[in-house]
């Protein structure tokens, strides 16, 4: 038996799957979990000393490439100084200060330590401020794993089939109304029948939780302007987004302001930190200042802050996002190209240093459109690539990632192995 098999034998007796996350366990894929034994740069290394090109980048926050000698630098400098203090820093101002000045929309924003905690406390935050208590979601949307917001949910729901889950009392999700994804007509209808009830809208702007999918000009346009009418908050969950599609996240992209926004992954550098922000009004409702409640031990903790303030000060300098763009889509179009020439259905789109690709001739548009992902094909594919030492993330429902480490060798080097397993996944 290799360490891999071994470790994840012994994990399964103390860790249930043998997993902290479900979709690490592998199981829609089957298969061992490689164990990560290290990381630098584009790559990831597994317990039994074989090498990845990576495009899972912890899924997300691995912009600039694992453990970066700046960042790495940054958080052991900060380690001497202390590990938490559980009061405030220099250092939360000047994060702070940066992701404001990065992202017009966000006037003031509070530090948390997960996604989950950001979703959830932006979404108690918006019917804290408007006194209402129905919030919409997007079928195939994952907004961390916080009660309300586990209703038709992407991530491992989705991977494993279980868009809702277990434990969460019906009374609790009462609330959430769920409408599909990019569907301007469901939208505007619920708003005409109950607007007035709803307290928010909470979007992922580029899904990445059910697969990459993009949300159409029209859509975000009408998220804004029906928000804007009924007086209920917009939020953009920039999670997976917020400095990886664009300096200035989707927003930026799109051109939308949305009232309050949830950040992660690419803010805490590789570190447990995110945030929720936005307008300075509906800010003031939190905590000490207003009613609605929200706190955190390792809230703002000083190496994630470090990590994170490095982080956002490498993505800024000259050419980042333009080289990232560029390498997304050369793999983007080389994966398009080979699958096209061997006839399989293949499509593939990329945003920034964020991509997608799905074993379907079309690009998706929804979560019902996600359904047509030949799942079998993934399979195949997904373990084709590991064996020869690419690794994606173990679902055919997630979004892949690209970081400013990852050079034009490593995607030639990608691109040569995909046509290998095309041609064994045809030919057999
Ligand atoms: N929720 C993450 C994917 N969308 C998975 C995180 C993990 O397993 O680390």
Known sequence: MDRNEAL???????????VNSPVRAFGSVGGVPRFIHKAKDACVWDEDGNQYIDYVCSWGPAIVGHAHPEVVDAVREAALGGLSFGAPTEGEVRIAEEIVKLMPSVEQLRLVSSGTEATMSAIRLARGYTGRDNIIKFEGCYHGHSDSLLVKAGSGLLTFGHPS???VPEDFTRHTLVLPYNDVAALTQTFAEQGDS??????????????????????VR???SLTEAHGAVLIYDEVMTGFRVALGGAQALHGVTPDLT?????IGGGMPMAAFGGRA????CISPLGGVYQAGT????????????????IIQRPGFYETLTARTQELCKGLKAAAEELELPFSAQGVGGMFGFYFMNDLPHSFVDMQRNNTEHFKLFFHGMLRRGVAFAPSGFEASFMSAAHTSEHIADTLGTAADVFTEMVRG
């Open 298 to 313: 390792l809230s703002g903790n000083p190496l994630a802050v470090a990590a994170g303030l490095k982080t956002l000060e």
């Open 8 to 18: 994840f034998q012994a994990a399964k007796k103390v860790i249930p799957g043998g």
């Open 222 to 224: 009408a998220l804004r």
């Open 262 to 266: 949830t950040m992660g992954k690419v």
């Open 281 to 284: 009004d509906i800010m003031a």
């Open 165 to 167: 889950s277990a434990g």
């Open 198 to 219: 709803i307290a928010c809208v909470i979007v992922e702007p580029i899904a990445g939780n059910m697969n990459m999918v993009q949300a159409s000009t029209e859509f």
